[in-house]
């Protein structure tokens, strides 16, 4: 019994940590890479960062309330720390912020703002579902022993949180799949923009998912924090990945365009129009536009 609630929350915070240092490289090597890129972009990603740093708070605190302060007091042991409702609602703000992210990616990719909407939802119910379990944890059920009364409200919010990662993903590869070129290259490039689009959903997702189960199974241990504490930090490693590696999809954009000018200018026999040619080509801007910008002219990349 104690390995459920004092060594899953060891294991837990020291992953956290772990991540921590992953995380900050990320976010140096960001600022360090796309210096141009626009305000709300470079916002959003400190945003994200300050409140995993929020998130470390409450994990921390909450391990040292139950291994230093509360030590060998069976009463203080019972009692949930504040510092569990602190993680709950900054987890909640941090997957909304995540979820964003993702859902304004598909919107530069699609300009379909009626489906972008509708993916907002599955979000906003995670982040109302968050914010009822941490009202429910930091002035409501204080006792760990009233954890399984807060079992709908967390099956509610993870599941939502699952929902809203797993749809966006889909939305993201069905319109990756509506993009069509002749060059063998694009359909390549398409189908690597594809796998990480589909894998950017799974890591949060699965999280979630399992958090769900193990709290379902066993809500009274703290098996579920090995997840939970690890949630916020891998969407937003997800997001400093995507961003990051902007770089490599800018050469493969500028090979690809640069091919498919050529392509099809041999298929009409030199009697398309120059511009028709760009024009097509240019249609691999949206391939990019899920965290990039294309200049028309010269298609250099620009984070939006």
């Not at 319109?175 to 589909?198: A, E, H, K, W």
């Not at 026999?269 to 240019?282: C, E, G, I, K, V």
């Amino acid at each position: 019994m104690l390995n459920n609630v004092f060594g899953t929350m060891l294991i837990a915070t020291w992953i956290n940590t772990a991540l921590l240092g992953l995380e900050i490289c990320e976010l140096a090597r960001y600022f360090a890479r796309f210096p141009d890129d626009s305000f709300w972009t470079r916002a959003h990603v400190v945003c994200m960062f300050c409140v995993d740093m929020i998130c470390m708070y409450g994990a921390c605190g909450a391990a040292y309330s139950y291994l230093v302060s509360g030590w060998g007091d069976l009463e203080a042991m019972e009692t949930l720390s504040v510092n569990f409702a602190i993680y709950d609602g900054a987890m909640a703000v941090g997957i909304l912020l995540v979820h964003v992210f993702l859902i304004r990616r598909y919107l530069l990719l699609s300009k379909n703002r009626f489906i972008s909407l509708l993916l907002c939802l599955p979000a906003l119910s995670a982040f109302i579902n968050g914010a009822i379990v941490t009202y429910l944890t930091g002035v409501v059920y204080r006792k760990a022993s009233d954890r399984p009364y807060e079992r709908p409200w967390v099956t509610a919010f993870f599941v939502s949180s699952a929902i809203a990662d797993t749809v966006i993903a889909v939305a993201m590869t069905h319109q990756l799949q509506n993009l069509q070129s002749p060059v063998d290259r694009t359909t390549g490039l398409i189908r690597r923009l594809m796998r990480n689009t589909i894998l950017s959903g799974i890591a949060p997702s699965l999280l979630a998912i399992a958090s769900f189960l193990s709290f379902l199974f066993d809500p009274i241990s703290n098996t579920i924090l090995i997840f939970t504490f690890n949630i916020t930090r891998a969407g937003t490693l997800t997001v400093l990945y995507n961003l990051n590696h902007r770089r490599r999809a800018r050469a493969q954009l500028e090979v690809v365009v640069e091919v498919d000018e050529t392509v099809l200018s041999d298929r009409h026999n030199n009697r398309s129009d120059p511009q028709t040619a760009n024009m097509h080509s240019l249609r691999l801007g949206d391939v990019g536009a899920s965290h990039e910008a294309i200049d028309s002219k010269n298609y250099s990349i620009r984070g939006v």
